[in-house]
């Protein structure tokens, strides 16, 4: 199955991504490329292109809605981390579901996860 992620990328075209300035900060630890961020105010940073009327990170590739990923997945920020994608675990995302609807997208349902060619479930349910 493929991650519906990986067909989305609506949450990074929707919200301003803003966070602490030492998540940038490598003597501290921070992971994200400081070159993708902008100053937001003297504590935070914002992910370039998020802070805008119609925000798009820069470090989104693809399309969205059709084939998106994180071009810093391993180094993204805190803030990106939380978010998760409705019914992964079992629950609806309010960030997930705002951002797909804002760009035309059906929210995710359980149904979304369900992998069609699981070979541990029977095809047809079995009858007594
Ligand atoms: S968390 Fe939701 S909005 Fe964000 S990329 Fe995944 S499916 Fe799309
Ligand atoms: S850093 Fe990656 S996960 Fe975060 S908003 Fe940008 S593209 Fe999305």
Known sequence: MQHPCLRCGACCAHFRVAFHWSEAEAFLGGGVPPELTEKLDPHRLAMRG??????????LQG??????HCGIYAQRPSVCREVQPSWEFGAISPQCDKARL???????????????????EPPIPQSA
């Open 102 to 120: 804002a760009h035309g997208l059906p929210v995710l349902t359980p149904e979304d996860w369900l992998d069609p060619f699981d070979a541990s």
């Open 50 to 59: 998020t802070n805008a009327a119609q925000p798009r990170c820069v470090a």
């Open 63 to 68: 399309t969205v809605g059709v084939a998106a």
